[in-house]
């Protein structure tokens, strides 16, 4: 049996004829999924899909060619030119409602002169596989992949079909891909029960030890706002006090300087909760009873320190671009900010615009939407989430299944919108220093262990959701 570097080096359909199926009389052959799973992708990190522009299509082809060669039914989308999605199933036989494996198949630019690797090379080294994507989020799409090809080649009885959904445009907000494919064509998503996604956030001591394993029922959700001020134009030898860009700066020096009450929804409440067994015996029960110990100001103190915690509890707002004049000797008449907010889960857009401008306080200040979404969230109290529990009580006996909400924002809104239960989740477990880092920085990298028994426990989660 050759190593898995060797098996990286080799050619990809060398690999994928050696296997003509994965059922062995006493199950699967591991080694030889894993093996393949890694050659796989490392074709697949050397597609370059850096958005913008995207160019997704070339992504959604390499996994069409191997869904024709596999017979697995799927369907290319180029809703504009180079924006690529690719919908592939596996069929069960109906018996429950499909279960969606949902990736992005763009990702964000990269500078090349800061990396150690070509970003597009798929290197292997030093036990890790190096490329833009490696985290976020070809290695989980290629775990969700292999999954597929899996229970296609090994026959698997499913009681419900499993639906690989590759899309475009997700560092960008998703417009282009899984929204557009929500709102095009909700017919092949055929009412799913369960979406599985990047997110979720697991805990792993430095020793490798599985703490906790998440599942994300929710995150918080983007409220991107243009603030646009207006006054009087001239030439800049005159200063006018009325000026757009003077009401621009007062307006954002008041919107820094405000604090966003707290406030503990209860998909954030459940999630402290859930962490409660493995905080300091000190702390345990104030967070068993989260709601009471936030009244006092000691602790909520404590709490606010870490600053993941504390934008769990606020909204927050960040100042991100600013335009004026493009000119230093004009006045313009109008100014704008860009700012990013973000609002936790259940607050509505146009109440928060409304306390913004209670903030600013200025008539001449106009607050609009670029882009914004539904802040929602799923039940945690479902076959999957029970499914990830059982698996993760026979693996890691001790560990804790919990329910992180993201401080950032995924695709997992559109399909939370059409009723669908989606959660983040990454089955990539190893300690901190074996699982990899450079997430939308320098020389990204999953470990390679980390990767193939990601691959393993991933397939478990889904086989048990769908048989």
């Given at each position: 049996?050759?190593?898995?570097?060797?098996?990286?080096?080799?050619?990809?359909?060398?690999?994928?004829?050696?296997?003509?199926?994965?059922?062995?009389?006493?199950?699967?052959?591991?080694?030889?999924?894993?093996?393949?799973?890694?050659?796989?992708?490392?074709?697949?990190?050397?597609?370059?899909?850096?958005?913008?522009?995207?160019?997704?299509?070339?992504?959604?082809?390499?996994?069409?060619?191997?869904?024709?060669?596999?017979?697995?039914?799927?369907?290319?989308?180029?809703?504009?030119?180079?924006?690529?999605?690719?919908?592939?199933?596996?069929?069960?036989?109906?018996?429950?409602?499909?279960?969606?494996?949902?990736?992005?198949?763009?990702?964000?630019?990269?500078?090349?002169?800061?990396?150690?690797?070509?970003?597009?090379?798929?290197?292997?080294?030093?036990?890790?596989?190096?490329?833009?994507?490696?985290?976020?989020?070809?290695?989980?799409?290629?775990?969700?992949?292999?999954?597929?090809?899996?229970?296609?080649?090994?026959?698997?009885?499913?009681?419900?079909?499993?639906?690989?959904?590759?899309?475009?445009?997700?560092?960008?907000?998703?417009?282009?891909?899984?929204?557009?494919?929500?709102?095009?064509?909700?017919?092949?998503?055929?009412?799913?029960?369960?979406?599985?996604?990047?997110?979720?956030?697991?805990?792993?001591?430095?020793?490798?030890?599985?703490?906790?394993?998440?599942?994300?029922?929710?995150?918080?959700?983007?409220?991107?706002?243009?603030?646009?001020?207006?006054?009087?134009?001239?030439?800049?030898?005159?200063?006018?006090?009325?000026?757009?860009?003077?009401?621009?700066?007062?307006?954002?020096?008041?919107?820094?300087?405000?604090?966003?009450?707290?406030?503990?929804?209860?998909?954030?409440?459940?999630?402290?909760?859930?962490?409660?067994?493995?905080?300091?015996?000190?702390?345990?029960?104030?967070?068993?009873?989260?709601?009471?110990?936030?009244?006092?100001?000691?602790?909520?103190?404590?709490?606010?320190?870490?600053?993941?915690?504390?934008?769990?509890?606020?909204?927050?707002?960040?100042?991100?671009?600013?335009?004026?004049?493009?000119?230093?000797?004009?006045?313009?008449?109008?100014?704008?900010?860009?700012?990013?907010?973000?609002?936790?889960?259940?607050?509505?857009?146009?109440?928060?615009?409304?306390?913004?401008?209670?903030?600013?306080?200025?008539?001449?200040?106009?607050?609009?939407?670029?882009?914004?979404?539904?802040?929602?969230?799923?039940?945690?109290?479902?076959?999957?989430?029970?499914?990830?529990?059982?698996?993760?009580?026979?693996?890691?006996?001790?560990?804790?299944?919990?329910?992180?909400?993201?401080?950032?924002?995924?695709?997992?809104h559109y399909f939370r919108d059409l009723g669908i239960h989606s959660y983040g989740f990454s089955p990539f477990l190893a300690a901190p220093r074996d699982l990899g880092t450079g997430v939308h920085g320098n020389d990204e990298?999953?470990?390679?262990?980390?990767?193939?028994?990601?691959?393993?426990?991933?397939?478990?989660?889904?086989?048990?959701?769908?048989?």
């Amino acid at each position: 049996m050759p190593s898995i570097r060797q098996v990286a080096a080799c050619g990809l359909l060398t690999v994928v004829l050696a296997l003509p199926g994965l059922a062995a009389p006493n199950g699967l052959n591991w080694e030889r999924i894993q093996q393949e799973a890694i050659e796989l992708f490392v074709q697949y990190l050397r597609i370059e899909t850096t958005n913008p522009p995207g160019n997704e299509i070339r992504a959604a082809r390499f996994f069409a060619e191997i869904c024709k060669r596999e017979g697995i039914e799927y369907q290319v989308f180029e809703p504009s030119p180079g924006r690529g999605t690719i919908w592939a199933r596996v069929r069960g036989d109906g018996a429950n409602r499909p279960i969606i494996l949902l990736n992005h198949l763009d990702v964000v630019p990269n500078n090349p002169e800061f990396w150690s690797v070509d970003p597009f090379g798929g290197v292997i080294k030093d036990g890790f596989i190096f490329g833009r994507g490696a985290l976020d989020m070809k290695s989980l799409g290629m775990a969700q992949f292999v999954t597929l090809l899996t229970l296609k080649r090994a026959r698997v009885k499913l009681r419900r079909d499993v639906i690989f959904l590759g899309t475009a445009d997700e560092e960008a907000g998703g417009l282009e891909g899984a929204g557009w494919f929500v709102k095009n064509h909700p017919e092949l998503l055929d009412k799913a029960e369960f979406l599985l996604n990047e997110g979720g956030g697991n805990m792993i001591d430095n020793d490798g030890k599985v703490l906790a394993v998440g599942v994300g029922p929710s995150e918080k959700t983007p409220a991107w706002l243009r603030v646009t001020a207006s006054g009087s134009a001239g030439h800049a030898s005159l200063p006018r006090p009325d000026s757009a860009v003077t009401h621009l700066v007062r307006a954002l020096n008041r919107l820094l300087e405000y604090a966003p009450p707290l406030k503990l929804t209860p998909v954030v409440e459940e999630s402290l909760r859930s962490l409660a067994p493995l905080r300091p015996d000190a702390t345990r029960e104030k967070f068993l009873r989260i709601r009471d110990s936030i009244r006092d100001p000691e602790f909520l103190r404590l709490l606010e320190a870490d600053p993941a915690q504390k934008a769990l509890l606020h909204n927050t707002i960040s100042v991100t671009v600013l335009q004026g004049s493009n000119k230093i000797n004009i006045i313009p008449p109008s100014a704008h900010a860009d700012i990013d907010t973000r609002l936790v889960p259940g607050e509505r857009l146009d109440a928060w615009i409304a306390e913004l401008k209670g903030v600013v306080r200025d008539d001449s200040i106009r607050i609009e939407p670029i882009l914004a979404f539904n802040a929602n969230a799923s039940p945690v109290d479902t076959a999957l989430v029970r499914a990830v529990a059982d698996l993760v009580r026979e693996r890691f006996p001790g560990a804790i299944v919990s329910y992180p909400v993201q401080v950032g924002f995924t695709d997992c809104h559109y399909f939370r919108d059409l009723g669908i239960h989606s959660y983040g989740f990454s089955p990539f477990l190893a300690a901190p220093r074996d699982l990899g880092t450079g997430v939308h920085g320098n020389d990204e990298r999953i470990g390679l262990k980390a990767f193939a028994d990601g691959v393993r426990f991933f397939y478990e989660v889904v086989e048990r959701t769908a048989r």
